[in-house]
Structures are given as structure tokens and as C-alpha cells.
């Protein structure tokens, strides 16, 4: 920290973890003299089919018109939100990636003094906006890689004004049943709001619908992306969705011009093509099983998924992120969530399924 700084910066900066992504392909490249066109990247559960051509489309031909603002309010990406979801446009709010919508709520609602609840070794995201903030989060331990539930209600005090829970969870792939997660709600005093992160919603088989709790006037809203199956990672476009009187408070604290209008054309016309939604879903189910069976037969154990990414034991998590690097595999050493003996693998083609099986393999018999 540049000490010209520290009589002015925030105090609460300084404790800011930084956020490590997954490596990019050119770095990789460049550090290692490899030819990026050969790099399997399989660290950030990025869609390896890409996006839908559609979605494509729709955001080349709204770069005609980018001299222009973009329309703050999302009125036409609402409308199509309101549709897949039967809840109405004003109960969305549109975000540079659900990461800003999860901000926007600690902007909303943390402060100084107050308590946010998670897990601890969840998306490390919850804790960022928390500190970013000045308030504390509160972190819960995880039994065999799950939220531990009835230790979160537990964990909760006056103080506490948010609880963020994701399911499926990264980077350990579990998920929790509707009926727990129902009945977790249910447990909470309505003193603070209970956030459900639904990055990976989109992959379960029979996901958990709390809509009815939210229009019973239950403090709960949930978060959604276009980064994973949708494959629109790179134009930052998420969303949440909860009742229109805290979705309004929400709103007071969002940027006007928040949503790109590139990333806006394309989200809607990846609404519209449940067909490409569907066949990523089947894609992502074979792929899983693939991986799953790999890290079986090479006697790793592994966190059974509910998403797009399985992570695995290795033995040492940044070793084998080196290794692997050098025969050009990027995967996720899962040290800064507390798992330094893992690394997560974001599932890819088959044929990419089998190269980091392959890499793996030659690693641990090295
Ligand atoms: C990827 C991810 C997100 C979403 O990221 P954005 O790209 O900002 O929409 C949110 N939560 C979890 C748990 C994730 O893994």
C-alpha cells in the first residue's frame, strides 16, 4: 500500500481480500511463450458452447446504435424477465453482472455495524461486498462442502441485515432441495433479507421456486446471470428479482446506465432461445458425468455437482494449476476458499473433458 495513501484511504480498503479470477488465456500465453489458440481455458465455468447465435446476433446489431445511451430502466429486457419468471417487470433489477446486483444490495442495506450471514468457503463475492462496505461478515462453516443451514439461522443476530446463500454453491457444486431451502426461509426472523444466489439455476433438474414466499411479503430476493448457461460472461449482464418495494430501494442505489446496451439486445434474445438453454443443460448433464467418472477412474475424489464445474482433490491445488498450465489447461486452484488441496474444473466439450483428464492424469503420474 503506497503509505501517500493512508491518511486518506478507507481503513476498511485495506482489508479488502483481493479477488482472484480465473487466469485469462492470453496471460497464460505470454508467460508461458504457448500459442493461445491451443489453451484450454476451463477456470471461470464459462459456457463451452458459447452463447446463442441469436444472442450473438442480437448484440452486433445493437452496436449500430452504442453513440446512445442505453435505456437505464431495461424496460424491453424487463418485459422478457417477466415472462420466463410470471412475476411482473417492476419486481427486476438489471445489473453489470449479478456480481453488481449482489453489491447493490450491500450498498442497499450494510454498513458499518451490521452483520452479513454466509458460508464459509462460499462465492467469495458475499464477503467482498460485505467488507467493501464496512460491515462484517459472518461466516458460518460448511459440513462436507454444503451450507450447514440450521447453523446460519443460528448465526444470526439483531445485527444481521442480509443472509446470502447460493445454490448450486461454487465452488463446491452442491445444491440444496426447494424444501430445504423453503423451510430455511421459513426459519429466519423478518428482521433481515435472505438472498438466494441462482448463478447456476438454470442447471438443476427441479430448482427451488420462492416466489410465492416473495409475494407473500417475505424478505427474500434472487439473483441470476447471463454469464453461465446463457454464454454472455463477457458482456457483464445479470439480474434480481423480489417484491417492487425492495426492488425500488435497490433501484435508489444502481448506476442510471448500469446495463449496456450490447449486453441488454443480446440478453433478451437469449430469453428467447430456450432451445440452445435446454440442449447446454443436456451438454452440461453429459459432460459432468464424463468428468465425474474421469476423477473416478483416476482415484481423485470429487464434490458431486449440481452445475457446470466439478472440483476435485489433488493433492496440491496450486501445483497441479502449474502443471496443468504448462500443457496449456487453465482449471481453479481452490486455495483462497479455504481448499488448497482442490481445483475446480469447468466442464467443456467432450473433447476438452478428456484433454484435462488426460493433463490430470500424466500430473499425478509424474
Ligand atoms: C459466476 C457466479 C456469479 C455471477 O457472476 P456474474 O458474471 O457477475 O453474473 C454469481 N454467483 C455465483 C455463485 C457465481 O459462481
Not at 452442491?174 to 433481515?192: C, G, N, Q
Not at 454469464?227 to 430501494?249: N, T
Not at 464434490?303 to 496449456?328: H, M, R, T, Y
Request: proline content about 7%; overall charge negative.
Amino acid at each position: 500500500m503506497p503509505s501517500a495513501y493512508s491518511q486518506i484511504v478507507k481503513p476498511e480498503l485495506l482489508l479488502q481480500p483481493v479477488y482472484q479470477p480465473g487466469k485469462p488465456i492470453d496471460d497464460v500465453a505470454r508467460e508461458l511463450g504457448l500459442d493461445p489458440t491451443g489453451i484450454l481455458k476451463l477456470a471461470s465455468n464459462e459456457n463451452p458452447l458459447g452463447a446463442s447465435p441469436r444472442a450473438i446476433a442480437a448484440g452486433k446489431a445493437a452496436l449500430d446504435q452504442v453513440a446512445l445511451y442505453p435505456d437505464g430502466g431495461c424496460y424491453e429486457l424487463k418485459r422478457a424477465l417477466s415472462e420466463v419468471h410470471g412475476l411482473d417487470p417492476e419486481q427486476f433489477i438489471v445489473g453489470n453482472g449479478s456480481n453488481e446486483v449482489l453489491e447493490i444490495v450491500a450498498h442497499a442495506f450494510l454498513g458499518a455495524g451490521d452483520e452479513a450471514v454466509m458460508g464459509k468457503g462460499a462465492f467469495i463475492v458475499y464477503k467482498l461486498v460485505t467488507l467493501l462496505l464496512g460491515a462484517t461478515p459472518v461466516e458460518v462453516p460448511m459440513v462436507d462442502f454444503r451450507h450447514d443451514l440450521p447453523a446460519m439461522a443460528a448465526a444470526v443476530t439483531e445485527r444481521a441485515k442480509v443472509v446470502f446463500l447460493p445454490s448450486p454453491d461454487n465452488p463446491s457444486g452442491t445444491a440444496k432441495t426447494a424444501a430445504e431451502i423453503r423451510s430455511f426461509v421459513e426459519s429466519l426472523p423478518d428482521h433481515l433479507l435472505f438472498v438466494l444466489d441462482e448463478a447456476y439455476a438454470e442447471y438443476l433438474e427441479d430448482g427451488p421456486d420462492l416466489r410465492d414466499l416473495l409475494l407473500a411479503g417475505r424478505k427474500v430476493f434472487c439473483t441470476r446471470t447471463f454469464s453461465k448457461i446463457y454464454g454472455l460472461a463477457g458482456l457483464r449482464i445479470g439480474y434480481g428479482y423480489g417484491d417492487a418495494e425492495l426492488v425500488g430501494l435497490l433501484n435508489r442505489a444502481r448506476e442510471p446506465f448500469n446495463a449496456n446496451a450490447v449486453a441488454q439486445a443480446a440478453a433478451i434474445a437469449a430469453l428467447q432461445d430456450q432451445d440452445f438453454v435446454q440442449q447446454c443443460r443436456l451438454a452440461n448433464l453429459a459432460g459432468r458425468r464424463q468428468l465425474e467418472q474421469g476423477f473416478a477412474s483416476l482415484d481423485l475424489e470429487y464434490i458431486p455437482s449440481s452445475a457446470n464445474f466439478v472440483s476435485a482433490k489433488v493433492g496440491d491445488g496450486v501445483a497441479c494449476f502449474q502443471a496443468l498450465q504448462k500443457q496449456g489447461v487453465i482449471v481453479r486452484p481452490l486455495a483462497p476458499y479455504g481448499m488448497p488441496a482442490w481445483v475446480r474444473v469447468s466442464i467443456g466439450l467432450p473433447e476438452e473433458n478428456e484433454r484435462v483428464l488426460a493433463s490430470l492424469n500424466s500430473y499425478l503420474n509424474s
